[in-house]
């Protein structure tokens, strides 16, 4: 259906995550990241545990090195993320007061929005702020900054980086947002809460990520994830697609059926997405299945490898490729 979509719709800005590890040993990889990216997401040099070894220092070398790539190469980069409750040094971890907290958050995201500012326009200043499961009445997941800030560490992290480039794009990225099951369809309802709550209160944020770890086993809930980016709209904010890959350790074990199947899942969730809304960016969370988290965290029975992203681990494109052609 949506081969005829392509010429009637802009391009859609198109790009992955790049690990540091392999973007350092393997030159394959640098090339793919060159070929059919507009848009770089360090995939793990802006997070806490990479920047903050101690309290006092910042290691800008991993992130630096993938944003000067990014440079080079005329591609946009977004920021991955501010405020995480994983990914955090034990110093972090071991915080303790509510002072200490709001004064760790608000200066790391003082001096690392400032120090790209111009280079990277979009932020994730949020990752992960809802709780797997919410309620209305419990809708935020329980980390560190919720333990110690409340519900307000979300607003601290807005505020501070506003402050520091008003230019940039503030985005709140999360999970599951395509998920039929109702104990996680709830999570638009409480996505929608938290960026109605921080518009009441004139709290600058832009957009809505939607990381896009899509389940194999599961169905796409595309009429759920229409209404969810429509009331988005509503509200004046801009959908992205951040962390796109199939998690594939249910499927059939032929690697052609099982890219046929994914190659399927990610055409029924991009389509329900461009039919309510033309999404800022679409990004994969890598490019080759030679490099991917979905191996170890979902891994499968019959041990055979994962196979979530768009290129082969010979680089070579998969059927997941034509269908990410049909947006970029
Ligand atoms: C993952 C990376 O891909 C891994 O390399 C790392 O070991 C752990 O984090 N949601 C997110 C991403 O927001 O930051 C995570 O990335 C994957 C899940």
């Known amino acids: 259906a949506a081969g005829g979509a392509r010429a009637s719709r802009a391009a859609i800005p198109f790009g992955s995550a790049a690990q540091i590890e392999m973007f350092r040993a393997d030159p394959r990889y640098r090339e793919a990241l060159k070929t059919y990216c507009s848009v770089i997401v360090p995939m793990n040099d802006l997070k806490w ?5 101690d309290r006092t220092g910042f290691d800008f070398s991993g992130a630096d090195e993938i944003i000067g790539f990014a440079r080079q190469n005329g591609q946009a980069v977004r920021g991955h993320a501010l405020l995480w409750g994983e990914a955090l040094p034990p110093w972090a971890k071991e915080m303790s007061t509510r002072a200490e907290a709001e004064r760790e958050l608000v200066s790391h995201i ?17 990752n992960e702020v809802i709780a797997h499961e919410p309620t209305l009445e419990k809708p935020y997941r329980d980390t560190i900054w919720q333990r110690l ?23 709140i990225n999360d999970y599951d947002f395509e998920d039929p099951d109702p104990r996680i369809a709830i999570r638009r309802e ?36 229409r209404q969810f980016m429509l009331e988005l709209g509503k509200l004046d904010i801009d959908v992205e697609v951040t962390e796109l890959d199939v998690i594939d350790w249910k ?66 494109p998969k059927p997941m490729m034509k269908v990410l052609d049909r947006y970029r």
Do not use: C, N
């Not at 003082?110 to 990277?120: L, Q």
């Not at 800030?149 to 807005?158: N, R």
């Not at 052609?256 to 899942?265: E, G, I, K, P, T």
């Open 149 to 171: 800030l409340g519900p307000d560490h979300i607003e601290i992290a807005f505020r501070a980086a506003a402050r520091v480039d008003p230019k940039a794009r503030l985005v």
């Open 49 to 53: 545990e990479a920047l903050r070894h």
């Open 110 to 126: 003082e001096t690392v929005v400032d120090r790209y500012k111009g280079r990277i326009a979009t932020w994730d200043v949020v």
């Open 251 to 316: 499927l059939p074990a032929d690697p052609a059926v099982r890219d046929r199947a994914a190659a399927s899942l990610v055409s029924t969730f991009l389509d329900a997405v461009v039919s309510a809304r033309q999404p800022r960016a679409i990004v994969t969370w890598g490019l080759s299945d030679r490099y991917s988290w979905i191996a170890e965290t979902f891994p499968r029975r019959d041990g055979a490898k994962a196979r979530p992203l768009p290129l082969d681990t010979e680089y070579k």
């Open 190 to 225: 409480v996505a929608l809460r938290i960026i109605r709550r921080l518009k009441d209160k004139g709290i600058p944020v832009h957009g809505l990520g939607m990381q896009a770890h899509l389940y194999g086993e599961r169905e796409i809930d595309s009429h759920g994830l």
